[in-house]
C-alpha cells in the first residue's frame, strides 16, 4: 500500500502568515488522486482540494494545492483564525487501498 | 438537503460485531460510492473500505478482510458497515462519505462513536 508521509508534525504560525504542508508518497501517486482534507475538534474532516490542486466546492482561494509524482503542498495564503485546525492528505485512487496520512496540525503561534 | 445520516452510539462487549447505517439524501444514490473512515480517539483518518451503490461491489481495506461487511439499500438510500469481533482497538468514530471517482470525498455522515468495553 502507499504510504503518505505529512510534515510538519506540528506547525505554529499566526494569522495573516503563509503556511505550506507537505505530504510525501513512497511511490508515485496520480495527480488526479490526491485530496487534502480539514478537520476541526468534534467535527467531520472537510474536502479542501482533489485531484492536487482542485479547490473543492465553497473552498476560500487562500488555499492551493500542488504538486505530483511523491511530492504534493497545500500551501494556506494568508491564514485566518477559523484555520487552525488538523489536516490530511489522502491518496484514493490507487488500487491498493486508499490511504490518510498521519496529520499536520496547524496551531496558534 | 444533501446529506449522509448516520445511527447512533452504540456500546459493545469485546467479541461482539456492530453494524452502522448511512442514509443519503438529497442526491442520485446510485450516482457515487460511499467509503467508510474510522478515528480512534485522538488519532488520524484510517480508511476501512468502499462499496459502489449502483451495484454493490466492494473493496476492503486489507486490515479489515474477513472481519467487516458493506452493504447497500437501494430502496432506502442507505449503506451499512458491519464489523464483527470487535476488540477495544475497535473503539473509534466511524464515518461514512461519499466517494466519487476523481472528486474525493466531497461529503462526510456526522460520524457514529462505537464504544467495544467489557
Known amino acids: 500500500e502507499i504510504v503518505l508521509t505529512q510534515s510538519p508534525g506540528t506547525l505554529s504560525l499566526s494569522p495573516g502568515e503563509r503556511a505550506t504542508l507537505s505530504c510525501r508518497a513512497s511511490q508515485s501517486v496520480s495527480s488526479s488522486y490526491l485530496a487534502w482534507y480539514q478537520q476541526k475538534p468534534g467535527q467531520a474532516p472537510r474536502l479542501l482540494i482533489y485531484g492536487a490542486s482542485s479547490r473543492a466546492t465553497g473552498i476560500p482561494d487562500r488555499f492551493s494545492g500542488s504538486g505530483s509524482g511523491t511530492d504534493f503542498t497545500l500551501t494556506i495564503s494568508r491564514l485566518e483564525p477559523e484555520d487552525f485546525a488538523v489536516y490530511y492528505c489522502q491518496n484514493y485512487g490507487s488500487s491498493q487501498g486508499y490511504t490518510f496520512g498521519q496529520g499536520t496540525r496547524l496551531e496558534i503561534k | ?118
Open chain 2, 1 to 118: 438537503q444533501i446529506q449522509l445520516l448516520q445511527s447512533g452510539l452504540e456500546v459493545k462487549k469485546p467479541g461482539a460485531s456492530m453494524k452502522v447505517s448511512c442514509k443519503t439524501s438529497g442526491y442520485t444514490f446510485t450516482s457515487s460510492g460511499i467509503s467508510w473512515v474510522r478515528q480512534a480517539p485522538g488519532q488520524g483518518l484510517e480508511w476501512m473500505g468502499w462499496v459502489h451503490t449502483a451495484n454493490d461491489n466492494t473493496h476492503y481495506a486489507q486490515k479489515f478482510q474477513g472481519r467487516v461487511t458493506m452493504t447497500r439499500d437501494t430502496s432506502a438510500s442507505t449503506v451499512y458497515m458491519e464489523l464483527r469481533s470487535l476488540t477495544s482497538d475497535d473503539t473509534a468514530v466511524y464515518y461514512c462519505a461519499r466517494d466519487t471517482l476523481g472528486l474525493g470525498f466531497d461529503l462526510w455522515g456526522q460520524g457514529t462513536l462505537i464504544i467495544a468495553s467489557s
